[in-house]
């Protein structure tokens, strides 16, 4: 299925957290955060190289020592809290490609904040990205939990509340939601794009985007510590088979 392809996954890590200080050192369910991404890559038959992009030596090390890539540092100027993701990967293919003269065909984004991917899911997406030619990337996605026509913004220099979306129909927002147009949520799990979209489009996603439905269990984003308390919770509860650092899934229950 695979054969020819060079698959490169990243696991972006900076060190500079604000709402959850040292987040990607910090132990969920007894393992690093950014090892529950690793072994996702890991798990998966097409990755050829994992490499983690991070500025900080300590997460660096913890990569290492998780089994990734880690040659280099990520400069300080591309691990800023408002820094975008295009950057950050064109300097990683970038310095594959100028340091060891290796260039990735398809490259996959695997977020630390989405830690729980079912079995299977790398090689699910990169699968679809390849058996599509005219595709430029492939997104994980879900339902969302609330549909976004029934949702609202500040108006600027007004005090009252506008539609955030406004092609729903007549008042979407007091519509049934099963008469809405029907949408869907990146989930954060995977991106995986050409290198061709990277290079010559200037982008991780492109124009034509295939999307990969995860289910609506899986899409926990942890960007809080009542979000990580939750995530916390899910594991000791089971019934939710996820790839696990050490490849091995949780135990299903019942």
Known sequence: MFEGLHVLAVVPARGGSKSIPRKNLRPLA??????????????????????????DPEIRAAAVSCGADAPFLRPAELALDHSPDLPLFEHAVGWLEREERWR???????????????????????AQLAGDPRADSVRTVTAPAQNPYKMWRAAPGSPYLAPLLHDGGPEAYNRPRQELPATL?????????????????????????????????????????????????LLRRGGMAVVRPGWRPCPVNG
């Open 30 to 55: 007894g393992h690093p955060l950014i090892a529950w991404s690793i072994a996702a890559a890991q798990e998966a038959t097409c990755v050829d190289r994992i490499l983690v992009s991070t500025d």
């Open 104 to 126: 990735p065909d398809i490259i996959v984004q695997l977020r630390p904040t989405s830690p729980f991917r079912p079995p299977g899911l790398v090689d699910a997406g990169v």
């Open 185 to 233: 949520w990146q989930t954060g799990h995977l991106d995986a794009f050409r290198r061709e979209t990277l290079r010559h489009k200037g982008t991780l996603t492109g124009d034509r985007v295939c999307p990969l439905l995860v289910a609506g269990r899986y899409s926990v984003d942890i960007d809080t510590l009542d979000q990580w308390d939750y995530a916390e919770w």
